[in-house]
């Protein structure tokens, strides 16, 4: 069964810096995709970044990136100029590439901004 | 407001009793989840609609649970005989079926506080 592991519970991180959120998961499978999602407090989930298993390049959006490392099967959120609004719970998220695309989530981890 | 709504946001009842959460997806979108999400722990899938269709049910799913999406629109979600231990956040996401990665997008969520 494919499983998705956050070590870090809580973070921190000083307005301006920049964090890694850390993730791994474990799967049999070749052809997947990988997220992660942010859950402000009090609101709903939204799409970060994602990641296709069978491409090398690492995905960017803006102040978003990612670390793909598959052999190692590891996935890491970098968050760069981190800002007030970045605070909230991040959770990485495994989907098998096939049409039946349910999310498996790991536990979270909770960042915060200080200003 | 497009988004995935969810009604509704909190609910708050007493053990035995039965309630009735609702989801209304993004109109054109054709598939519909529900996960549940307890504290400290990232969202746990529950089950899945491709139209009207309930095409996976997770093992979490016990009998006191069931999901309808009547004519493929918004969607509900009943627990019968409600017992303590559902007491979570209850999240809705609807998708499409075309496109390259299915993106989900999530409601606010409802929150069910058993007594």
């Known amino acids: 069964a494919q499983t998705v592991t956050q070590s870090q519970p809580e973070m921190s991180v000083q307005e301006a810096e920049t964090v890694t959120l850390s993730c791994t998961y474990d799967t049999s499978e070749s052809d997947y995709y990988l997220f992660w999602y942010k859950q402000p407090p009090s609101r709903q989930m939204i799409l970060v970044i994602r990641q296709e298993a069978y491409k090398q390049q690492n995905a960017t959006e803006n102040r978003f990136s990612v670390n793909f490392q598959k052999a190692a099967k590891s996935f890491s959120l970098k968050i760069s100029d981190s800002q007030l609004g970045d605070a909230a719970m991040y959770f990485c998220a495994y989907r098998y590439g096939g049409s039946q695309g349910n999310l498996i989530f790991g536990k979270g981890t909770k960042l915060s901004v200080k200003p | 407001d497009t988004g995935v709504s969810q009604n509704p946001r909190h609910k708050i009842t007493k053990r035995g009793q039965n309630v009735t959460f609702r989801c209304d997806p993004i109109?054109?979108?054709?598939?519909l989840y529900w996960y549940r999400q307890t504290l400290g722990q990232g969202p746990e899938f529950l089950t899945y609609f491709q139209n009207e269709a309930q095409l996976e049910k997770s093992r979490l799913l016990s009998d006191r649970f069931s999901a309808e999406r009547p004519k493929g629109s918004f969607s509900t979600l009943e627990i019968q005989r409600t017992e303590q231990g559902d007491s979570a956040m209850y999240l809705c996401?609807?998708?499409?079926?075309?496109?390259?990665?299915?993106?989900?997008?999530f409601g606010p969520g409802t929150r069910l506080t058993v007594l």
């Open positions: 109109s054109e979108h054709n598939r």
């Open positions: 996401a609807s998708s499409l079926t075309r496109g390259f990665y299915n993106e989900q997008f």
